[in-house]
């Protein structure tokens, strides 16, 4: 056990698209309810993409591996888009409201965020999708560490809301935060192009 959950922790920490909305979430909003919503809609887009890895490759993963390559292509699609979208929300008038992403949107950035193929892949125990005691252990541990790490995110946000001395400040943050997520989208889309070139 202890080995699973300090793996959920070190890939749950680590920067990406998710953490990076949660992060700019706070920044614009601080710590409150529409935040800790996110934290909901980013916790049950996780639920339903681990357990969709789980059963498609546990069940069905030898037979159609193309639907990997599916759903990467929309991940990458939609975390451009959102890049897209946070970068152009940056504007010059400071009375203007800070643009956020909706806890739909987050949702499916969650949803498309390949870290839920890594859990299935390399953190879930053997056997954990094909009984469901071990399903319902592992997804009670993911819980108990995904809902602090979002807190987490969106805590980092809300400091650096108090710590920057102006909007510009953080129209800057917000375009670097847009850079993260096209960057990570982009990453996707090369490790894509040199597997399929490498097959």
């Not at 870290?115 to 108990?144: C, M, R």
């Given at each position: 056990m202890p080995y699973v959950a300090f793996g959920l922790l070190a890939v749950l920490l680590v920067p990406g698209p998710t953490n990076?909305?949660?992060?700019?979430?706070?920044?614009?909003?601080?710590l409150n309810g529409s935040s800790l919503r996110l934290i909901g809609a980013e916790w049950f887009a996780y639920i339903i993409q681990v357990t969709?890895?789980?059963?498609?490759?546990?069940?069905?993963?030898?037979?159609?591996?193309?639907?990997?390559s599916a759903v990467k292509i929309f991940a990458m699609c939609f975390l451009l888009y959102i890049s897209l979208r946070l970068w152009f929300s940056?504007?010059?008038?400071?009375?203007?409201?800070?643009v956020t992403v909706s806890p739909g949107e987050l949702f499916v950035a969650t949803l498309t965020n390949?870290?839920?193929?890594?859990f299935v892949s390399f953190v879930a125990p053997p056997g954990t999708f094909l009984e469901v005691g071990n399903y319902l252990w592992f997804i009670a541990l993911f819980s108990l560490v995904l809902i602090p790490v979002g807190?987490?995110?969106?805590?980092?946000?809300?400091?650096?809301?108090?710590s920057l001395p102006s909007?510009?400040?953080?129209?800057?943050?917000?375009r670097m935060i847009s850079l993260?997520?096209?960057?990570?989208?982009?990453?996707?889309?090369?490790?894509?192009?040199?597997?399929s070139l490498s097959a």
């Amino acid at each position: 056990m202890p080995y699973v959950a300090f793996g959920l922790l070190a890939v749950l920490l680590v920067p990406g698209p998710t953490n990076t909305l949660l992060l700019q979430s706070g920044i614009a909003k601080g710590l409150n309810g529409s935040s800790l919503r996110l934290i909901g809609a980013e916790w049950f887009a996780y639920i339903i993409q681990v357990t969709a890895w789980g059963l498609v490759i546990g069940l069905l993963g030898a037979d159609y591996s193309w639907v990997v390559s599916a759903v990467k292509i929309f991940a990458m699609c939609f975390l451009l888009y959102i890049s897209l979208r946070l970068w152009f929300s940056v504007v010059q008038d400071a009375s203007a409201p800070v643009v956020t992403v909706s806890p739909g949107e987050l949702f499916v950035a969650t949803l498309t965020n390949p870290k839920g193929l890594f859990f299935v892949s390399f953190v879930a125990p053997p056997g954990t999708f094909l009984e469901v005691g071990n399903y319902l252990w592992f997804i009670a541990l993911f819980s108990l560490v995904l809902i602090p790490v979002g807190v987490v995110w969106v805590s980092l946000g809300a400091y650096f809301k108090h710590s920057l001395p102006s909007r510009v400040s953080a129209g800057v943050v917000n375009r670097m935060i847009s850079l993260v997520i096209g960057l990570f989208a982009l990453g996707m889309l090369f490790n894509m192009a040199s597997q399929s070139l490498s097959a």
